[in-house]
């Protein structure tokens, strides 16, 4: 009921969470044929979306005996090495944590950097899709009253400039580790202390201490973790951010017959009260009011579940 600000995250919540590699850049000598087997190999022990789609455009077949060593770096990348190199694939971070100069330039899309044997060897420019109904979920919340809506994401400046222009956001947050994502519901919460609760809405991956920290933590589709949905105060079973909107909806109209139901059964009380005071009633009059009140408060409550057109 009060919340004034709806923050979201990108991949599988706005988005569809489905990644098709458009296009990829090569250099230093390697054509672009080896940047994609390189970023194949890396990614071929990860069951992240990214990775299954740099996988799915890789045609070939991954020798996993080639892979000497394999590591994941939760928030940056992959680390492999095959035939005595090591590889790289992530994004920018991960290449600056490891001195590797890259193309100064801005990339449209999500994007997977290449860097073999300490050297910079491409990119691979990986699109995602906005879901249907996620520009007019953000409509509805506008006309609700939601004062500001936020996205956050890992992808660059420039992809999520474009996300932020196609959806109307009014503010997105880009290139964040997931512990930057907590970091960033801090400062909402300091600066928007005064003008509502805030609520976060994830798809539940690598999402509970987002959702933990948010006033409402609004987990989407059921299929994050045990602790990510344990941290949720509401989880949708869905992947429509439309149910966002829903849920706001069905909270509003909860809490207005519960305001009803309050001033109905203080005011038959107040006025049987009197009346018992100055002798006007009698006993059983206010006994039978009493239960009166209660079964029609009941009844009254049960409005709450009829949420068809919400």
């Known amino acids: 009921n009060q919340v004034r600000t709806v923050v979201f995250d990108k991949t599988g919540t706005l988005t569809r969470g489905i990644f098709e590699v458009v296009r990829i850049e090569s250099c230093s000598g390697y054509a672009r044929e080896d940047v994609l087997e390189f970023a194949a190999y890396a990614e071929s022990r990860s069951n992240h979306p990214i990775a299954a789609s740099i996988q799915k455009k890789y045609t070939g077949e991954i020798d996993h005996k080639r892979i000497e060593e394999y590591e994941e770096l939760p928030g940056h990348g992959v680390r492999i090495r095959m035939a005595g190199k090591e590889i790289l694939a992530g994004n920018a971070k991960l290449l600056i944590l490891n001195r590797i100069s890259l193309e100064n330039r801005d990339f449209d899309e999500t994007v997977v950097h290449v860097a073999v044997g300490g050297q910079y060897a491409g990119s691979i420019e990986i699109s995602d899709t906005v879901k249907e109904d996620s520009a007019s979920t953000l409509r509805a919340l506008k006309s609700l009253g939601i004062v500001k809506t936020v996205m956050l994401t890992g992808d660059t400046k420039a992809a999520a400039e474009r996300f932020r222009k196609e959806l109307d956001l009014d503010e997105v947050y880009a290139e964040l580790l997931p512990a930057d994502k907590v970091e960033i519901m801090e400062t909402l919460a300091a600066n928007d202390s005064s003008s509502g609760k805030i609520a976060f809405v994830g798809d539940g991956i690598n999402d509970a201490p987002v959702l933990a920290r948010a006033d409402i933590g609004i987990a989407m589709g059921g299929l994050g973790s045990d602790a990510a949905i344990e941290a949720s105060d509401v989880v949708i079973m869905t992947d429509e951010p439309s149910k966002v909107v829903t849920a706001i909806k069905i909270a509003r109209r909860t809490r207005k017959i ?41 009844f009254n409550s049960m409005r709450a579940m009829n949420t068809k057109g919400l």
């Open 258 to 298: 519960v305001t009803q139901n309050i001033i109905f059964v203080l005011a038959v009380k107040g006025i049987f009260l009197g009346l018992g005071a100055f002798g006007a009633a009698s006993m059983w009059e206010a006994v039978f009011a009493d239960v009166g009140v209660a079964v029609l408060a009941v």
